[in-house]
T-cell receptor, first 115, second 111 residues
């Protein structure tokens, strides 16, 4: 089983619609959770961290369910510029030096916003 | 630009040659990471430094790969005797907290 699993899509969504992505992770010791955005042939860019209490940043809402080991991202009022690959990311390691501190990425979900 | 920088941005080499990539992290970041990304996949962790100490290496990092961060600032990643399977984007990231920021990557093509 892959450590972080995402539906690769593509998700074709009309502009203005709401779209939701999910991912699951296998390591219950995971401590930090993120969504990154990656445009074609560019580096991943941090979109937002994900907390158990849920967090919102403008049109983006992220949620973490530790019991189900499940992370979600909701995009409201989608824009053409939201077209990208969205990477679900977890960090197992303690932030204390040593140990596993590298990020584990899913394969990404490809989103296409259509005019 | 105060972000993470990487050099070169593109490298084409012949199988069997050695290549070296450089990463300059954000200046106040003490942690530096190397990842590899192939088409259709998410980045895969290779290795990690805290200051000059290399604290973790992935099993993906074969004996042909070596990374250094001699003064706790910039880092180099060397691949010896390159193989076609080494063709990928090599990404560097740095952090001070648990949030990592990525450089633009070095795209390696091994012919």
């Amino acid at each position: 089983r892959k450590e972080v699993e995402q539906d690769p899509g593509p998700f074709n969504v009309p502009e203005g619609a709401t779209v939701a992505f999910n991912c699951t992770y296998s390591n219950s010791a995971s401590q930090s959770f993120f969504w990154y955005r990656q445009d074609c042939r560019k580096e991943p860019k941090l979109l937002m961290s994900v907390y158990s209490s849920g967090n919102e940043d403008g049109r983006f809402t992220a949620q973490l369910n530790r019991a189900s080991q499940y992370i979600s991202l909701l995009i409201r009022d989608s824009k053409l510029s939201d077209s990208a690959t969205y990477l679900c990311v977890v960090n197992v390691g303690p932030y204390s030096g040593g140990g596993a501190d590298g990020l584990t990425f899913g394969k990404g979900t490809h989103l296409i916003i259509q005019p | 630009d105060t972000g993470v920088s990487q050099d070169p941005r593109h490298k084409i080499t012949k199988r069997g040659q050695n290549v070296t990539f450089r990463c300059d992290p954000i200046s106040e970041h003490n942690r530096l990471y190397w990842y590899r990304q192939t088409l259709g996949q998410g980045p895969e962790f290779l290795t990690y430094f805290q200051n000059e100490a290399q604290l973790e290496k992935s099993r993906l990092l074969s004996d042909r790969f070596s990374a250094e961060r001699p003064k706790g600032s910039f880092s180099t990643l060397e691949i010896q005797r390159t193989e076609q399977g080494d063709s990928a984007m090599y990404l560097c990231a740095s952090s001070f907290t648990n949030q990592q920021f990525f450089g633009p990557g070095t795209r390696l093509t091994v012919l």
